[in-house]
T-cell receptor
Framework: LAKTTQPISMDSYEGQEVNITCSHN???????ITWYQQFPSQGPRFIIQ???TKVTNEVASLFIPADRKSSTLSLPRVSLSDTAVYYC??????????FGAGTRLTVKP | SAVISQKPSRDICQRGTSLTIQCQVD?????MFWYRQQPGQSLTLIAT?????????ESGFVIDKFPISRPNLTFSTLTVSNMSPEDSSIYLC????????????FGSGTQLSVL
């Protein structure tokens, strides 16, 4: 099971781009990289998922280098409502259910 | 995607009693997961519940304390038995759904306080 390491916390200001990096040195060939967002008093919510290179959707981009030992979640032009905890999960369909510590992002006005 | 209804949303219980948390999904799913999240902490997987078989518990969690039922493909319950204040936490139900089944979807959680 690939262990993940993320910064415990990050601060940003409204309108800035935020990049959160996750390290997963022992990622396996079949593993996907998935990011979730959690607001207080809610369950985590799926943001984005990728296997390699770059993935973009309406809320974020995910950058994965060729060696796949890390990944970076990029949130463009954050707002106060993006203040949340962000979790990186690495695994395949059989073992991707365990969460790491997550990154607490605080967006300031 | 999957829509998950979890209840109760919160409860305050007395020490030594038990609480059963229900999780209803709007579609049939093979695997359901139960998590615990203590204040300010990440999620900890309690067990995986497959329909028609015994739940698989993670290290540190036992069936006598957290019995799970999975009577069909859309429903599961988690019981927190013989509660103590240390069981005060948020309990979350989750399913894997979507193309290739790679995404987790969560209920809104049950906030449990044990006095």
């Amino acid at each position: 099971l690939a262990k993940t390491t993320q910064p415990i916390s990050m601060d940003s200001y409204e309108g800035q781009e935020v990049n959160i990096t996750c390290s997963h040195n022992n990622i396996a060939t079949n593993d996907y990289i998935t990011w979730y967002q959690q607001f207080p008093s809610q369950g985590p919510r799926f943001i984005i998922q990728g296997y390699k290179t770059k993935v973009t959707n309406e809320v974020a981009s995910l950058f994965i280098p060729a060696d796949r030992k890390s990944s970076t979640l990029s949130l463009p032009r954050v707002s106060l409502s993006d203040t949340a905890v962000y979790y990186c999960l690495v695994g395949d369909n059989n073992n991707d259910m365990r969460f790491g510590a997550g990154t607490r992002l605080t967006v300031k006005p | 995607s999957a829509v998950i209804s979890q209840k109760p949303s919160r409860d305050i219980c007395q020490r030594g009693t038990s609480l059963t948390i229900q999780c209803q999904v709007d579609s049939q799913v093979t695997m359901m997961f139960w998590y615990r999240q203590q204040p300010g902490q990440s999620l900890t997987l309690i067990a995986t519940a497959n329909q028609g078989s015994e739940a698989t518990y993670e290290s540190g969690f036992v069936i006598d304390k957290f019995p799970i039922s999975r009577p069909n493909l859309t429903f599961s319950t988690l019981t927190v038995s013989n509660m103590s204040p240390e069981d005060s936490s948020i309990y979350l139900c989750s399913v894997r759904s979507g193309l290739g089944n790679e995404k987790l979807f969560f209920g809104s959680g049950t906030q449990l306080s044990v006095l």
